[in-house]
């Protein structure tokens, strides 16, 4: 990504995620913040598993908030 991208790949990398959700277009806006949120600590710390604890940690909480709802 930075060699194409340069220093803005994480912008380039959040527009692509966001991108990704064009089956959804009302997520996209959503997508693309998200995407800022999860590529700009890869690309801080150049490690995969922050973006992927973000992902993670946010897709936890929004399942044990929609269990909790249904149990209700």
């Known amino acids: 990504m930075r060699t194409a991208f340069g ?3 994480w912008i380039a ?3 692509l995620f966001g991108a990704y959700h064009l089956h959804q277009p ?3 806006p ?3 913040l998200s995407g800022l949120l999860f590529a700009y600590p ?3 710390f ?3 598993w922050l973006g992927i604890l973000i992902h993670s940690s ?4 929004f399942t044990a908030l929609l269990i909790r709802l249904v149990l209700k």
């Open 46 to 48: 150049r490690s995969a």
């Open 13 to 15: 990398n959040a527009v």
């Open 7 to 9: 220093r803005a790949d």
């Open 42 to 44: 890869t690309k801080r």
């Open 58 to 61: 946010q897709s936890i909480f």
């Open 30 to 32: 959503t997508a693309t």
């Open 26 to 28: 009302w997520s996209i």
